[in-house]
């Protein structure tokens, strides 16, 4: 089970309407005249119960908060727009289960049942662990929910009439508790998605009727549960299901756009969806009824040359006392720690899910739910609270796990010994050339001056533009006069390629650096040391000494750029191997921008701990420019102050203001019309490939943006839609499109976030690429082996391949191009908006969803008060103790409830504030806190 939550608020007929629009045709087959729309339940100490179905009438009361079979409000209703209505979550899985379901009708009613059973599974555990919250504004005690009433709508294709099988589950917003109606706490139910998304996908891989199923038709699971023998038509069917969806978006655009305050029903929708299965293919017959569909699916299967296996596999599961239990333990304790500093319990039931489920587990729900909740106290009883206090809500992240909590605290060790050393001699600017001192601004110049002095630890924070690689590049020039070496490591092997096309200096991946030095990790995020001499258990091979362009020397500096994205397991190995060395360190970066992905804050540890003589920051910005009067590129010093001003994100409503009289706001009415836009202005942008960059906020934004501006160039002949390849993703690639390469391969001398130009598609499915220019205007030979032109074989294609046409924010920090075009949405932060409204030289525009300015200022304002950057186990106890304050200020002293609260986990507090002082201590072993409930 894959997916986010959707917390619904607005009109009870809009969400009949948005489930009708999510139906394909072939639903109109399946789904009986008259038997509703919805299953209806109930969930709450007794178990889960079905109650009877809903028409849409009922369902529209249902979900207004009314009692669908009495007509009486639950409670005190809103009635404006921006009521929570439900919470949903979709019960789905790997597109190869439903074409499996298409192909054969007793696999299809095995896996509609396990969905069923999984969605009960789902409900059930968030009726043990759900809340709600009872008294007046100031004075609100958090509750248990009593009965949680919920739907489920069943799906068979997505709405562009793939094959695709998934259940909307919606929890309703009105949950009885203490007596009466109340409103769910959906903050908490939101905080609960790892395990919702766990169990959901536990219970269908590991159900015996689905697995028999499968199995009796040939069909194997991968660890991911991906059927093996369907896994390479997915990507075939995902491409025209992205097709005919744009193509859907596009008729209600212009519906809406002429009937302004209307609604689309049923019969016109399906009346699209017949009009979008036949444009572009006039010479197909468009299928009406469901059958007719269903033949189209098995056509299109065996003409892209599946054969169904020839005879029954033998399903041989993991037995349950098989499995090495303490071993799993020590996974689900690393794997959370490898993605975040703290969690809550529901993180740790979605991974104890995921790994059962990968374990090849098929036994009855009864022993595999049993088995996760033993799973799930376990290491709870090894891990450690944050949080001092007796009562912290169930889903406030406030557990961590010691080797989490030391880790940070060797940093802090680590870097408060360099900055404890006193420097020998001051700064040393006298060497420089002339010539290169007359190119740096003050700023640049001292820092220049610190780096080439002999402190242990320094940091240069620097905004965006303000030329840390000119610094670099001085610096390096400088060490190499007093006879010392520079290098140069970064958190990405692109970054790392580009500092050495500009610096000069020797530069790679932090982590190729740390590996070469013996350091391990693996997927579930546990780290190791070999030493020289041990055999790698791994490759067999015995691990050397590094080879001397890898091995630091006393004296040498090595340089961490972008270091706000380092993660801290990886800063832990990079320390160890300057300290060894008696390397001094230099960390360069921007707390103002991204932060790591995962556990981060090495920079604001380094800045906390570093002599503050020995803490430079640069904010000279020099990346800007505009066009004079004269049509000459000058710099453009008003823009470079704005951005300033956006990055320290204390007047976002003024910066806004700025912004939109400089025309870099632009409104669109709806997403549909801001995707046409942006593709039209890459389209219509006759430069090079990469003279803008389109940035967005998440994957399934890129994927449609991606789409939509290579249909333009398509239509415009620009790109090649006939010789293609199909990736897993379903994504077309021709001659003229620009791609990205997503892993690091050696072998093919690529790196990830590479981009490329495609000039030619092989027959087996490979691909001829060109280089496209590097960040920062850099000619696109900055790979190791120096040319321009690679051959990417056609299974990492298939895998590792992508359209580059929009890009998440985390694939342009450090990039610099003429252009960038920022979709400001709901999941902006104001580190993503401003690393975006910082990557283009002469113009950057944001782009925002909004009725009117006023929309748009409210959206923006709203962004640069997020901040999700995860800085460490120190920082989320502070974050973790803060909502736990709230909550606890928020309960009356005299308030007596009518039920009981919700019971949280007893658990030793650690010591705070400084990580040192932890002391781990293990909370006792025993049922985890309201699993099984």
Known sequence: MRGGMKIYAGAPTAARNYLEAGRGRVDDYYLAEGAGIARRYAAGGGGVQEMAALTGDAYEAWVAGVDPETGMARGRLRTDDRAVRFVEVVVNGPKSWSLASARHPDIAAAYDAAQDRAAGQILHWLAGHATTRVGPRGGQVQLPVEVLEAVTVRHYTSRAGDPHRHVHLQINARVFAAGAWRGLHTVGVRDFLAAINGIGHAAVVTDPQFRSALAAHGYTLDATGEILELADYVGAFSARAVQINRHLDRYEREWTQAHPGEVPGPTLRRAWDVRAWAEGRPDKITPHPGEDLTARWLAELNALGHRDPQRPVDLVPTPVGALDQEGLVDRVLSRPAAGRSAWNVADVRGEVEHLVAAEGIVADAAVRLELAEDLTARPLGRCVRLVDGKEVAEHIR????????????????????????????????????????????????????????????????????????????????????????????????????????????????????????????????????????????????????????????????????????????????????????GARLALLGDRHQLAAVGRGGVLDLAAGAVDPAACLTLESVHRFTRTNTIGQAVLDSQYAQLTLVMRRCDTPGAVFDALLAGGRIRLHPGPGALRDALAAIVAADGRAADAAVVVVDTREQVSELNAAIRDRLVADGRVDDVHVVTTRAGQRIGAGDRVATRRNDRNLDVANRDTWTVTAVGRRGGLLVTAGTAAGGVSGDVTPAGAGVRVLPADYVAEQVELAYASTVHGVQGDTVPAAHVVIGEHTGAASAYVGMTRGRSSNTAHLVAADVAEAREQWIAVFGRDRADLGPGHAAELAAREAARDRQERSPDRTAAAPPRPVAPGPSVPRPEAEQRGASLAPAGAAPGIGR
């Open 398 to 581: 406030s557990w961590s796990s010691r080797p989490v909590l030391e880790v940070e605290a060797g940093l802090r060790t680590r870097f408060a010994a360099r900055a404890g050393q006193p420097p020998l001699a001051g700064p040393r600017s006298d060497l420089l050339p002339t010539g290169v001192a007359r190119e740096l601004d003050g700023g640049q110049a001292a820092a220049v001056a610190v780096l080439a002095g002999d402190r242990g630890l320094l940091v240069v924070e620097g905004a965006a533009g303000a030329g840390r690689t000119t610094m670099l590049a001085a610096a390096r020039d400088l060490l190499e006069r007093q006879g010392r070496r520079l290098m140069v490591v970064t958190p990405t092997l692109k970054a790392a390629q580009v500092a050495r096309a500009e610096t000069g200096a020797p530069a790679g991946s932090a982590a190729s650096l740390v590996f070469v030095h013996g350091w391990r990790w693996d997927e579930h995020g546990a780290w190791t040391r070999l030493a020289v001499g041990e055999v790698d258990p791994v490759t067999g091979r015995v691990h050397s000494a590094p080879q001397d362009q890898a091995r630091l020397r006393p004296g040498d500096l090595l340089v961490v750029d972008e270091a706000g994205m380092l993660d801290q397991d990886t800063a832990r190995a990079l320390l160890t191997v300057a300290d060894e060395a």
